[in-house]
């Protein structure tokens, strides 16, 4: 039965292996159904409900791409997005919740018609090999950078003076001193879990987080589940259907606003799921190109569940749904097809009776498996020409602007930009889709009226 829905023989997996990838991923991402509640419910939003909605949106999410494009790949409220929806959408441009999750529909129904249109395959289609090795390789410092963030083995200090000259505030970021419980614990996790890869150990990545979860606690970082307040499944009600579409049209920001804040989320989304599409199902043979470059139905079909998600996710109270770039971790340990995301969105649905035992995994067990997916990814560089200097160029700025501006919108915008730029100089802009162009005038507009904003 299983055989004949996922294809698993002709996938070169199996159930088990499906099966240690859905936990990997699981484990990997479970964090956001605690983190995401308590970033939105600084709008106002019922904490419970966003709590319920959340795991809702994840199981609803992940079982459509599971089933529908058969790829082994989880989605979630995206981090990143959820706090522009409380820092600018409802803080800085002083909307209401209700309007940001009606701006948040509208961004779903948006993408769906872009992909139903085959605007998105049309536009894949259009970025170079090259630049789709640079989004890859992008994404695994992207995924590295998480890592060490989550992990906090980095600390920012602010230099006011270098050599004796005043150069103004700056932040400088450097390697933190191994004296506290939670950073011991994950550099403990990242040298188990690094042997285990070295010993190609298979499920590495899953025995590292639970042995880590293990040490941590007489270390005092992982704590003992406690079940004493705990409700099973909160009532979503506060939330569900709680869209104000009407109030976008008197919004006080302004209609111009209202339009650019939706474009906004639009891109985000669409280039987010691209970028996390192109950099692990390449790499890992999941999206493979056919002789004339096109990509596989099943990338489409992908795409297309990605864009119902966040609709879905707006109608039952939380922000974009995305695909979630740490499904790489299961994909990692060898989840090719949509079984893995079957066994993660079973993993969200037990969550809703055990959340308080999957709230022990510490990010310090975490990070140490996104630190080392970067190794894998990082690979893809040495297929891009750097003698090439118009091809260096944008690969260049593609790679280094998603970690340093910790954005893979960001990092696929300017490599566009400079792809773009870089044709146009050499007088070869024929080379160039007009998709190219198309997308990179939206970007220079967006960047424009970010900046007057």
Do not use: H
Not at 124 to 146: E, H, R, S
Not at 190 to 200: A, E, G, N, P, R
Request: hydrophobic letters at 50%; a neutral charge.
């Amino acid at each position: 039965m299983l055989e004949k829905i996922f294809k698993l023989k002709e996938n070169n997996t199996t159930i088990v292996t499906e099966l240690i990838a859905g936990l990997t991923t699981f484990i990997s991402i479970s964090y956001i159904i605690f983190i995401n509640p308590k970033i939105l419910s600084q709008t106002g939003m019922d904490y419970n409900s966003i709590y319920s909605a959340t795991i809702l949106s994840s199981i609803i999410g992940t079982l459509i791409i599971g089933l529908v494009a058969n790829v082994p790949y989880v989605q979630s409220a995206g981090l990143g997005i959820n706090a522009l929806f409380t820092y600018t959408i409802c803080g800085s441009l002083g909307f209401t919740w209700q309007q940001a999750l009606a701006m948040v529909f509208i961004c779903g129904i948006i993408n769906i018609l872009v992909t139903a249109t085959s605007i998105r395959k049309k536009l894949i289609k259009a970025i170079p090999p090259f630049l789709q090795d640079a989004i890859t390789v992008g994404i695994g410092l992207f995924i590295t950078y998480t890592g060490f963030r989550n992990a906090n083995l980095l600390q920012f200090s602010v230099e006011n003076v270098a050599n004796g000259i005043s150069t103004g505030s700056s932040t400088i970021p450097s390697l933190v001193t191994f004296n506290q419980p939670a950073i011991i614990l994950a550099l403990i996790g990242l040298i188990i879990t690094s042997i285990l890869v070295l010993k190609k150990v298979k499920s590495a990545y899953l025995i590292g987080i639970i042995l880590t979860t293990l040490i941590g606690i007489p270390l005092g970082v992982t704590s003992l589940p406690d079940f004493s307040n705990y409700t099973i499944l909160p009532s979503i009600e506060p939330t569900l259907l709680k869209l104000d579409l009407s109030g976008l049209l008197t919004a006080k920001a302004g209609i111009v606003t209202v339009f650019m804040t939706i474009f906004t989320l639009c891109i985000s989304d669409i280039f987010d799921s691209i970028g996390t599409f192109i950099g692990t199902g390449k790499k890992s043979g999941i999206f493979q190109v056919d002789e004339n470059g096109n990509m596989p139905v099943k990338l489409e079909k992908a795409l297309f569940a990605d864009s119902i998600a966040t609709s879905i996710g707006a109608l039952l109270g939380t922000s974009n749904v995305a695909t979630y770039v740490e499904s790489s971790a299961g994909i990692e340990v060898g989840g090719r097809t949509g079984l893995t995301a079957i066994f993660s969105a079973m993993c969200f649905a037990i969550s809703l009776f055990v959340a308080p035992i999957v709230a022990c995994v510490p990010m310090a067990a975490i990070a140490p498996v996104l630190i080392l997916i970067g190794v894998s990814m990082i690979g893809s560089v040495k297929t891009i020409d750097w003698d090439d200097i118009s091809i260096a160029l944008p690969a260049f700025f593609t790679i280094v602007i998603m970690p340093f501006a910790y954005s893979i919108t960001a990092g696929i915008e300017i490599g566009f930009l400079f792809y773009a730029i870089s044709n146009i100089i050499n007088k070869k802009y024929k080379n160039v889709s007009i998709i190219i162009y198309i997308f990179s005038l939206l970007f220079i507009i967006d960047f424009i009226y970010s900046a007057l904003a």
